[in-house]
């Protein structure tokens, strides 16, 4: 898939000084740029219509500002700020403060910059701002708490060791010039930040301070603040939060040249994955689009390389059965220097044909060379991308401030919004400069394969990825482009689906919830229209509800490569859709599969009608049959490969659901199966069939209605009909285990992959099935809830960085998970470490005073009556109503309404009844992944061992079969179990 380029002018916000922000032409808000005293340049964006204010702090140092010998301060640093400050020592009072007024918070460290962020209910934006600002004023880095995030800075490296794009990029840092700070290992570990300064004589935590001093300076920081306060008030707010933060007049560090000297180009690097399959990555150093961000040579470039339609490079090697998929356009970059990327996913077979492929790349870049640069190419996808920038959807206020503050560093004040979204000067020679980067002679190509294990030589030392290194010549490269397959290439031809009407449907009924427009035995409709973004958009879902899809493994997995195939045929047609901003999905459910198209609704109706003929008309061909089944297969076989914390969910919903058939089954059937059964099945799988259908949008009633007849009358009355009607009693449901009252179970399961020594908990407490009440005693005990078992677990007792407490609900059953990886402690321990935070918790929330309790309240009920952003997140809540069979599509009002008569007492009594750890009522499961490090303590819990009060699952089928099941709420138009 390629890069886009956009093009053209949008409104202008005015900000101090004449400063003229470009932005959308739908956006209301307000913007002003501000420079404070201490040279801290500021954006303020004023948004009357938000729920949430948020804020993100830029700073100018990321991990190339390391010193020596301590890789990975900055990343620490970063943990560090967390912590507490001079003006509020508690530790974790600003998480605290933060989780308990409906925000959450988060940083990440980047090579050149550092990036802190917030969000919080917008009535407690000043105060939430005051303990932000805070981080860069007067942070209290204390030694104990300097120790515990050393182990937490460790257990998110450890986190990320068997991750292969971890790997291999740092596999691509080591493979650099030594002089320049690319080559470093950014994260930090143990051994970088305590074992070896200390062995040096080196006090970590002073360096951190002198750190912290020599590089945080207010002239490097770019701050956003987002808030419904107009701009005047939000400037006079950041005015006095952040005039403190001290100016050092730090320049800021520029790391000038590329990282890859004559030595590291011309290379072939063969590399050993975690994961099964074939990856092959082309890299060239290339001036930075940044620079040029107007001209968008890259992305121009990307568009080309990257397209996916008739006669492209993709198309060609997808014909020839060697690409499962391939992306390209600028990867890593700095202002400084920049890769530009081609990234192709083999099959078994292309992995057999690596020269052909590296042939088939250069002829494509040569047609790209010797056809010209297109203006009229350039104009299109200029033309696609303006539209995209002023139809944008509103994103969370924090991911919108963060994304703003990350483009201060490098745009002029006028394109921070913009960015490089929409080059818009067709300069032929700015794009030559980059296309004549891409030759031979400055080429890194990574190989990832299994296939090379015991053919490698060397290891790169912080992941300990084997790997080995081959020099390859200009000469060579050409003797592989004229030994490769002939091959019909072409430029991509003209977009159709580029939208031209943008108008708006007006008197719509405005209507406050999804109406149920029709229903028989062949679909129901359900519909709601646009009243609240006034966006040119629709979003259909039909979910089609076939009760042979999961019957049996086979069925399940026929399915799942039925969808695959689907897609896979589609894409050569449907590719130019995606780009012209028209996006579709088609995928497997319990109960089928679904199909799912969202963007301008001006051709939207198109794409699906395509989709909707491409299903009853799908031609099995055993070549794409063979590549499908082989990347499914891949696919299934990596789950071992996914992170234990991963693996622990996967077996509770194992454990909890009434319908999934397990990964061992799917595996063992899936060898078996070829395209002549794929064949055979798909009329069985059609040959009962109801569909289930969403639309929204700007549409009227009598479109939507019009869309699904359409979709009916293809599927059921047409020429080529191949369903017929589900009768009322073949609905099919999901039904969730119902555990027993007292009960307390705990499932032991060894890791799948024994090189992972991480361990893994999900202690699932279930509690009941939707009721309102219910719900907000649940939701408002894990809101309180939530950031004090973060610092307990993870701050306090560092038992592993992925330490998270949070509600569960699936299809309508409710319960409270704690999930912890970690690679200090056993599961079993963990376990217990749980239970005595629920029994040390209970005296917190039996003696929360009142103002605590009121405050906690209206946290939630802001949170509930925040407004949606954008169609799709509007669209997720009312389908999942539907696809639960739950209907309340009132649900915030009536929770709310709730909510506000909630005695504190009721709060009280919720634990006791359901949380506490010697309540009677209570119903656990505690799903126990033994990683690397503890297979002793998992022989001990399958053999002999016995965990207090709990009763072991030895056969997940067993248990499964002996539980009683919830009741659906699907059925009928009403809240009705079957």
């Not at 930075?288 to 397209?307: A, M, S, V, W």
């Not at 919720?910 to 009522?921: A, E, G, L, N, Q």
């Amino acid at each position: 898939m390629g890069d886009i380029p956009g093009g053209g002018k949008g409104e202008m916000a005015i900000g101090i000084g004449g400063v003229e922000i470009t932005k959308p032409r739908t956006d209301k808000r307000e913007y002003r740029r501000v420079v404070l005293p201490n040279s801290l340049e500021v954006l303020l964006i004023s948004d009357t219509d938000t729920d949430k204010a948020a804020a993100s702090m830029c700073v100018e140092v990321g991990s190339f500002s390391d010193p020596d010998g301590l890789e990975g301060l900055a990343h620490f640093l970063e943990h560090m700020l967390f912590y507490s400050s001079e003006k509020y020592p508690l530790e974790g009072s600003y998480m605290k403060f933060i989780s308990e007024h409906g925000g959450s918070t988060n940083a990440y460290t980047d090579s050149e910059h550092t990036n802190f962020y917030f969000d919080v209910n917008s009535d407690y934006f000043q105060e939430a701002l005051d303990r932000f600002s805070q981080f860069f004023i007067k942070p209290l880095i204390s030694s104990d708490a300097t120790l515990r995030e050393i182990k937490a800075v460790d257990s998110e490296n450890q986190k990320n060791l068997l991750s292969d794009p971890w790997r291999v990029r740092q596999l691509q840092k080591h493979l650099s010039s030594k002089e320049h700070p690319y080559h470093k290992f950014s994260t930090g570990n143990w051994n970088t930040l305590e074992v070896i300064p200390k062995a040096r004589g080196v006090d970590t935590r002073q360096e951190l301070i002198k750190f912290y001093h020599d590089t945080y300076s207010a002239n490097l920081m770019h701050l956003v603040a987002y808030g419904k306060e107009s701009l005047d008030d939000l400037q006079s707010l950041v005015e006095r939060k952040f005039m403190d933060v001290q100016n050092s007049g730090r320049n800021g560090i520029r790391f000038p040249g590329q990282p890859c000297s004559s030595e590291h180009l011309e290379l072939i690097v063969k590399a050993v994955p975690v994961k099964e399959g074939h990856k092959l990555q082309f890299l060239w150093p290339v001036t930075p689009n940044i620079q040029h961000y107007k001209e968008g040579p890259c992305r121009y470039l990307g568009h080309l390389i990257g397209h996916e339609g008739n006669g492209s490079l993709f198309f060609a090697l997808k014909k020839l059965g060697w690409a499962i998929s391939l992306s390209a356009g600028e990867g890593e970059h700095s202002y400084e220097f920049s890769f530009f990327s081609v990234v192709i996913e083999l099959t078994d077979a292309g992995h057999e044909h690596f020269e052909d492929i590296v042939g088939l790349l250069f002829k494509y870049i040569s047609l790209v060379r010797n056809s010209g640069l297109k203006e009229s190419i350039f104009k299109e996808f200029s033309t696609i991308c303006e539209t995209k920038f002023h139809y944008q959807d509103k994103i969370a206020p924090m991911n919108y401030a963060a994304h703003v503050s990350s483009n201060m560093q490098f745009y002029p004040p006028e394109d921070w919004l913009v960015a490089s979204s929409m080059p818009s000067k067709f300069f032929p020679t700015t794009i030559h400069m980059v296309l004549d980067s891409l030759v031979p002679e400055n080429l890194r190509i990574f190989w990832e394969s299994k296939k090379f294990e015991g053919c490698t030589d060397l290891t790169e030392p912080w992941y300990g990825t084997s790997y080995s290194v081959e020099k390859m010549s200009s000469n060579l490269i050409q003797h592989w482009v004229e030994q490769a397959p002939e091959v019909s290439f072409s430029l991509p031809a003209p977009n159709a689906f580029i939208p031209s009407d943008f108008t708006l449907k007006t008197g719509l009924n405005p209507a406050r919830f999804p109406v149920m427009l029709k229903g028989s035995l062949y679909a129901r409709l359900w519909y709601k229209p646009d009243t609240m973004f006034f966006t040119p958009k629709g979003y259909i879902c039909v979910d089609l509800n076939c009760p042979r899809s999961n019957h049996s493994p086979e069925a399940e997995v026929l399915t799942d490569l039925f969808t695959r195939l689907l897609m896979d045929s589609l894409n050569e047609f449907a590719y130019d859709a995606q780009v012209a901003g028209l996006y579709y999905w088609v995928q497997r459910t319990t109960t089928g599969f679904q199909v799912i198209v969202f963007g301008y609704n001006h051709k939207l109706r198109v794409l699906l009608e395509a989709i909707i003929e491409k299903i009853t008309q799908l031609e099995v061909k055993a070549d794409r049959f063979s590549v499908i089944k082989e990347d499914i297969w891949k696919e299934y076989q990596n789950f071992k490969f996914q992170q234990p914390f991963q693996q622990a969910l996967y077996y509770c919903s194992l454990l909890l659901s009434e319908k999934p058939w397990p990964l061992t089954d799917i595996l063992e059937v899936l060898p078996k199966l070829d395209a002549s059964a794929l064949s055979k099945f798909v009329p069985e799988l059609f040959s009962k069939t109801f569909l289930e259908c969403y639309v929204t949008g700007n549409f009227e009633p009598k479109e939507a209605e019009s869309i699904i007849e359409h979709a009916e009358e293809m599927l059921f009355r047409g020429r080529n009909p191949i369903g017929k009607p589900i009768l009322p009693s073949e609905h099919l449901t999901n039904r969730i285990t119902k555990l027993e009252k007292g009960s307390s179970f705990f499932y032991p399961v060894e890791v799948l992959n024994q090189s992972d020594e991480n361990s893994s908990l999900v202690h699932y407490i279930q509690v009941h099935q939707d009721d309102a009440k219910m719900n907000v005693k649940l939701q408002l005990f894990a809101l309180i809830a939530k950031q004090p078992a973060f610092h307990q677990l993870r701050s306090v007792e560092q038992l592993g960085y992925i330490t998270v407490l949070r509600q569960r609900n699936k299809s309508g059953v409710w319960g409270l998970q704690v999930v912890i990886q970690s690679n200090v402690k056993d599961p079993s321990q963990l376990d217990t470490r749980v239970e005595a935070f629920f029994k040390q918790f209970e005296k917190n929330l039996v003696e929360m005073s009142a103002h605590e309790y009121e405050r906690n309240v209206n946290a939630l009920i802001d949170m509930k009556l925040e407004k949606f952003k954008n169609l799709r997140e509007e669209s997720a809540f009312y389908w999942r109503e539907i696809d639960d069979g739950t209907l309340m599509f009132d649900r915030t009002e009536t929770e709310v309404a709730v909510l506000r008569d909630l005695a504190q007492q009721e709060l009280i009594d919720f634990f006791h009844d359901y949380v506490k750890v010697s309540s009677p009522r209570k119903k656990t499961l505690s799903v126990q992944v033994y990683g690397g490090l503890h297979l002793k303590e998992y022989e001990i819990a399958r053999s002999h061992g016995m965990q207090p009060g709990k009763v072991r699952v030895d056969d997940v089928f067993a248990f499964r079969r002996s539980m009683p099941l919830y009741g659906s709420f699907k059925g009928g138009s009403n809240r009705m179990k079957l």
